[in-house]
């Protein structure tokens, strides 16, 4: 296999590469936006092509104190950097007694050691995620470092024991390296290896040392990323007249990579060591590696990192999406028990989007610290007091404007314009379709939103509606333990926000009656689980709204609801909910749903209805004459699989039944709701991820539902407008007093006005209509 390798011609080799990377990860290429921290440049090895080490004479302290480290660490934090890599020489100690006396004096016995306790300070005060890449390590040394750093690194180089520029290295030693990779594989350490190109090697040297990282990831699975990275002449040093890497063995080497390694390895190039950065990708790499956008190369320091804008450029102009990653890969997030330390695993959910890549909204992330809450209302929303920084980076039902990702300019091709392509010809997507949708980064979310967006005119218009309504949250008391909800009070809840009431049935009578006279067509009545109810109760707050509010819209009760009041009755779900329906009650809430797959219920409300349950009590409300809609709520721990299986069984339902008349995709708040605080849950979906939310569902509910309503409560209204434009066709409610939103930390909620919404939509080009529950329109006085 090899030697017929070394006999294609270049071209061939690159075709064959490039067939392999587009089948394994289609039209992605990766990079990691990251802060370099040079630890020490003090090391015991004399490479010959290296700047990066130099004598204690050159430098004023042997090592970063902390307070740098944090600085450098939080200037990238603030730009919107993940990755804080720490580079250093190796084993300084064992040459200089200046590095002997520094780590003496700071408490440590070892430059590992300190490296150790520097990734810990920078994951606990900044949150960045660090790459501790400190070269030939003992297993000790590596098990030290996997509990502070998601992923470790070192270069193989190559594994040729004879080259002249390794003779002053003793960590170069190919059995020491090759040491080290295979420690690091039987840890579980994620780690990134590679080879220099042009050193002495020769061709089968390159072949031998591929082989090697191939074989040691074939028995451990641990290797996430191979850069193969070209030698350059560098003044000062042993080789400075030295030939640099011939452009034609360099794409051969990349080539090579990619043909020799599993497919589950990412090929990384430097893209600062090149002036073609087209020709890298057309060798076949998947990957940027590491771009700062605060700090040097500090090994390549006379070679500048690429500016974002010109990265983005010249992926796009390849037909490919750039896409931010964390430091460790996204299958080694998706298992996080086999990969992470547990000390870790929160750190890096924390910046991880649905598909375990780096959230890619602008801004910045920082650690969230909240003080405990204690309002004196005990029937509304208030402020999360945050301690420290603050992160700008836009979240759900955060002020924050979110990035604008519409208008744009569109661009899809590989699998995801295939899907584009059998939804305009009338092809209904499934599971695996829908999951290729959500995988959308940059000009094709536009794509895909465009999409959408004519499927929207083509089903409903170009009308934008909206219904009047107030929401009525009669209790904050619940019996169960949903972790995603900041809102309820009980004897297992975090207790963050407000106390806990109960409004009595005047005070529900009297909350409609207002919000009849204020032009209310619409109330939506939910709370949470009380100890006190039976199914007797709802029936109560149903007559004694439409008492006070005779002829308004009764929207009341989750699947929860009606199932809890059902069972504690003894009564048949579809004769309590026909007994509902006699009483006022019209249309039931899609929540409850949230994700209709059993796996993440486990986790995120583990005593609530399962899927089929919830699936069961809408098609039983179907059957009686009520209708309800669909809502899903997103940005957990839940994957773009379970979005999919999600959308394609209520796709199945209302295919059956007919009765749901909307989809509403509810942004997973994070601010201060349990789950999140307990440190198991991301912080929410990204807007991008939001904003596909509703495209896709535009697309995988054609012909089956035709609303789709954007929450301007979760989006805010600068996020609700480019929802508008990718699919969405309604507003929802005015929403007179939503309070489980800002329970969670949402500082959105408290009342829209038509004025508002039309000051929205109107930019757009787009009438707006006042609408019933059920999409019928309201006359206008």
């Known amino acids: 296999m090899t030697d017929e390798l070394l006999r294609l011609p270049l071209g061939e080799l690159m075709r064959r590469a490039r067939a392999v990377r587009d089948a394994t990860t289609g039209t992605r290429l990766t990079y990691s936006p990251k802060v370099f921290i040079p630890l020490t440049m003090l090391c015991r090895d004399r490479c010959g092509y290296c700047t990066f080490a130099q004598p204690p004479a050159r430098l004023d302290r042997p090592y970063l104190e902390p307070a740098e480290v944090l600085r450098i660490a939080r200037a990238g934090a603030r730009v919107g950097c993940h990755e804080a890599l720490f580079t250093l020489g190796e084993r300084p100690e064992e040459r200089y007694q200046v590095a002997r006396d520094w780590l003496h004096q700071h408490g440590y016995d070892s430059t590992v050691a300190y490296l150790a306790a520097m990734c810990e300070l920078v994951v606990e005060e900044v949150g960045l995620l660090p790459h501790a890449n400190a070269g030939a390590l003992f297993p000790d ?138 020709a890298l990708i057309e060798a076949g790499i998947d990957d940027w590696g590491g771009v700062s956008p605060v700090t040097a190369d500090h090994v390549n320091p006379e070679r500048p990192w690429p500016a974002l804008d010109h990265l983005r450029r010249a992926t796009e102009e390849r037909g490919f999406a750039l896409a931010p990653r964390l430091t460790v890969h996204p299958r080694f997030v998706a298992e996080p028990e086999r990969w992470l330390d547990e000390r870790l695993r929160f750190a890096v959910l924390d910046r991880s989007d649905a598909e375990g890549l780096a959230r890619d909204d602008p801004g910045s992330l920082f650690v969230q610290r909240i003080a405990p809450a204690q309002p004196e209302q005990v029937d509304d929303g208030v402020e999360v007091v945050h301690l420290g920084e603050r992160s700008t980076a836009w979240c759900a039902g955060a002020s924050l404007a979110p990035p604008l990702l519409l208008p744009g300019a569109p661009a899809a091709r590989g699998a995801l314009g295939e899907v584009l392509a059998g939804v305009l010809l009338g092809q209904e997507v499934g599971v695996e379709e829908i999951v290729t949708l959500f995988s959308a980064r940059g000009r094709e979310v536009v794509a895909v939103a465009e999409v959408a967006d004519q499927l929207r005119q083509d089903a409903v218009g170009d009308t934008v509606t909206f219904v009047r309504n107030r929401n009525i949250n009669y209790t904050n008391v619940c019996t169960f333990k949903c972790r995603f909800c900041g809102f309820s009070k009980g004897p297992l809840s975090l207790n963050l926000r407000g106390t806990p009431y109960l409004l009595t049935l005047d005070d529900i009578a009297a909350r409609a009656a207002e919000a009849q006279a204020l032009g209310a067509t619409e109330v939506c009545l939910q709370g949470g689980i009380h100890p006190d109810f039976d199914g007797e109760y709802y029936l109560e707050v149903i007559r004694a709204v439409a008492a006070a509010a005779p002829g308004i819209h009764i929207h009341g009760f989750t699947a929860l609801e009606v199932t809890e009041g059902a069972r504690r009755l003894g009564e048949p779900l579809p004769a309590y909910l026909r007994r509902l329906k006699e009483a006022g009650l019209r249309t039931l809430p899609g929540t409850a ?159 829209m006005e038509e004025e508002q919404f039309r000051a929205l939509v109107e930019p757009l080009g787009r009438p707006l209509e006042q609408r019933t529950t059920v999409y019928g329109r309201v006359a206008v006085a």
Not at 249 to 261: G, H, N, S
């Open 593 to 751: 749903a949230e994700i209709l797959d059993d796996d993440i219920r486990a986790i995120i409300c583990p005593d609530k209805v399962t899927t089929d349950e919830w699936l069961d009590v809408h098609r039983a409300a179907h059957e009686v004459g009520l209708r309800s809609n669909v809502t899903i709520m997103f940005g957990t721990i839940e994957s773009p699989l379970h979005w999919a299986r999600h959308l394609v069984r209520t796709r199945a339902l209302q295919l059956e039944t007919g009765g749901f008349t909307e989809f509403v995709p509810l942004p997973f708040v994070h601010m201060a709701a349990p789950l999140y605080l307990q440190r198991r849950s991301r912080r929410g979906p990204t807007f991008r991820e939001a904003l596909l939310m509703h495209a896709v569902g535009r697309i995988a509910y054609r012909g089956a539902i035709d609303n789709v309503q954007v929450s301007w409560v979760k989006l805010g209204p600068a996020g609700a407008a480019q929802a508008l434009q990718a699919g969405a066709n309604d507003l929802g409610g005015t929403l007179m007093n939503e309070n489980i939103s800002r329970a969670a930390g949402a500082t959105h909620g408290q009342g």
């Open 141 to 278: 040394e590596l098990a030290l470092l996997r509990r502070v750093a998601p992923s470790q690194g070192m270069m193989i180089e190559s594994l040729n024991p004879s080259l002249t520029c390794h003779r002053g290295a003793p960590d170069k030693d190919p059995g020491r390296r090759l040491a080290t990779l295979e420690a690091a594989g039987e840890l579980a350490i994620p780690f990134t290896t590679g080879i220099l190109v042009g050193i002495g090697e020769s061709r089968s040297d390159r072949l031998a040392a591929l082989r090697a990282i191939a074989g040691a990831h074939l028995r451990h699975g641990h290797v996430q990323e191979v850069i193969v990275q070209n030698f350059l002449p560098k003044p000062g040093t042993a080789m400075q007249a030295a030939p640099a890497c011939p452009t034609e063995e360099y794409l051969e080497t990349i080539a090579l990579a990619r043909l020799v390694l599993p497919s589950d390895v990412r090929v990384q190039a430097p893209p600062n060591l090149s002036d073609d950065l087209g």
